[in-house]
Each structure stands twice: as C-alpha cells, then as structure tokens.
C-alpha cells in the first residue's frame, strides 16, 4: 500500500480533533460521599450519625475534620451545653457538632457557613437526614453567614422582633454555646469571627468552644494569634481618631479563655508536611465573657 499523501498528520488533521475537549470545558466536580460518625457513648442515641461532604470545595469543606469529631464526643460528655441551650455554629461544614447538640436537646441550634450554595445546601440536606423534626419545627435552622458582618440576621433566629435595622432591645436573647470547629487555619478572618462571637456570645453564662489542629505545624504560632487578639483587653478609638482600622492598636476583645483538651487522633493527611504529632493534635478551649 502506498503512503501517498495520506501521512498521519493528515490524519491528524482531519479527525484528531474530533474528541478534542472545548477550550472552555471544565470537569463535572466530584460527586458528593458520605461519613458516618459513630458516637463514643453507647448511650447515646442515635449511635450513628450519616453526613454527606461536598465532592470539592476551596473552603474544605468536603472533609469531616478530626476537631468536629473530637468536639462532638466532648459535647456528648458534656451534655449541659447543649440541653436547653440556643446554639451557634460558625463555618459549620458537614455540622457534626450541631446535629449532636440538637439530638441531646438544644432548644435552638442555627448552623451557619460561608453563603455559597452548594455548601448552605450541603449541611440542609444532612440536617434533613439527621433531624429532620427538629428541622421541622424551626429548633435547627440552617443559613449562610459571613463572619463579621451584620449579625442581626443570626440575632433573629431567637429574637423575632429584631429588624435588619434599628436598636436593639436591651433585653434580647443571645447564644448560650457557640462553635467553632477547625476554623483557626483562617488566620485573616480571625477578628471577623470574634467580633461575631462577641456580638452574639451570652455574657457571664455562655460559653465558645475553639476545637482545632495545627494542619501547618509551622503556622501554629499564627493559629494561636487567635487566642491572643480574643484575651487583650479592648481599646476604644478615641473620639477624635481618624485613622483606619490598619493602622489603629485595635485592642483585642476581651475574652477568657481556658484550655481543656489535648487529645490525638490520626493526622487527616498522612502525606503532608511537618511534624505528624503536631499535625494528629487536637485541641480544644473555651472562651467567656464576664
């Protein structure tokens, strides 16, 4: 048979392409999987909670991480934060410690996370799954917050009187247990949570609950800021100040804080870098005010 002019890259030419992807295709994301929690007192009921993690997603939340875990077998052991109590999580994720609270009696639990759709639908559908009576009766509300704004919206969940604008009454209701579960890797959003807390968080009787690992062991030093910029005292600007945030002392928020667990689990991620003992840590602290 003679070659001719039929040369493969001919060939190329004319059919290569046919399979060829669009420059504009992107994959389908990765479909969704599910975790099931068993819980360590076997007590409890449910023994088991399902949840299913977002297949992707860049604020991780497609991962049930070791906090929430350690966190939500701490609250089982605990159960006097959640019965009876109005409950905030904060960047809940697959809100593990939020459906604990819920099936040990929370009389409110509101699960935020950042407003993006796939994960306010993600944490619905679990608590559809997981306590789908309380979700019924307005006890587990799920919606989409962004940490340091307006908390008026969160405020409401207790509060229905409370308008997105005005005074707030004196005597309003405010969160008995707030949650934090593995957030403190945010090193830029540290004082837009506290802020939240603050704005939010019962005084004297209420209580957060900072549950986190140290993913990049050489960034502990600025995990830990968290815990610094929460326990310096506040500083007022002065009434005469008119200089930006950035370049003003802002002072901290005047929480106290207490350390009460140090545990290891399995490092989340075998293959990543710094020390794994650091990396399998988690620790836990509580924070008031007075």
């Given amino acids: 048979m003679s070659s001719g002019s039929g040369s493969d890259s001919d060939s190329d030419g004319e059919l290569g392409d046919m399979f060829a992807l669009p420059r504009d295709f ?10 099931i929690f068993t819980r360590d007192m076997k007590d ?27 966190f939500a077998n701490w609250l089982d052991a605990h159960p006097e934060h959640s ?4 409950v905030l999580e904060l960047g809940a994720a697959a809100a593990l410690p939020s459906f604990v609270a819920a099936v040990n009696g929370a009389s409110k639990v509101v699960i935020t996370d950042y407003p993006d759709e ?27 917050y962004l940490w340091g704004s307006n908390t008026r919206p969160l405020l409401a969940n207790l509060n229905p009187t409370i308008s997105e604008h005005g005074t707030l009454p004196a005597d309003k209701v405010l969160y008995d247990t707030i949650i934090l579960s593995d957030l403190l890797f ?40 968290f815990f610094e910029i929460a326990a ?30 140090e545990e290891k689990m399995a490092p989340m991620f075998m293959e990543d870098p710094g020390s794994e003992e650091v990396r399998a840590t988690v620790h836990g602290y509580i924070m008031w005010l007075e």
Wanted: hydrophobic letters at 35%.
């Fill in 26 to 35: 992107a994959p389908p994301p990765p479909e969704p999987t599910f975790e």
């Fill in 186 to 225: 945010n090193h830029s959003q540290h004082r837009a949570m506290l802020k939240t807390c603050k704005e939010t968080l019962k005084p004297k009787t209420g209580r957060v609950f900072v549950f986190f690992t140290h993913h990049r062991p050489w960034l502990a030093d600025a995990d830990n800021k």
């Fill in 232 to 261: 310096a005292p506040v500083l007022p600007p002065p009434a005469d100040d008119e200089s930006s945030d950035d370049e003003r002392d802002l002072g901290g928020f005047g929480f106290k804080v207490e350390k009460v667990l």
């Fill in 118 to 144: 796939s994960l306010i639908k993600n944490i619905q559908y679990n608590a559809d799954l997981n306590v789908p009576a309380q979700v019924q009766d307005g006890t587990v509300i799920v919606q989409g």
């Fill in 44 to 70: 409890k009921v449910p023994q088991e909670i399902k949840l299913r993690l977002v297949g992707s997603h860049p604020l991780w939340g497609h991962h049930l991480w070791n906090a929430a875990k350690m």
């Fill in 83 to 86: 019965l009876g109590k109005n």
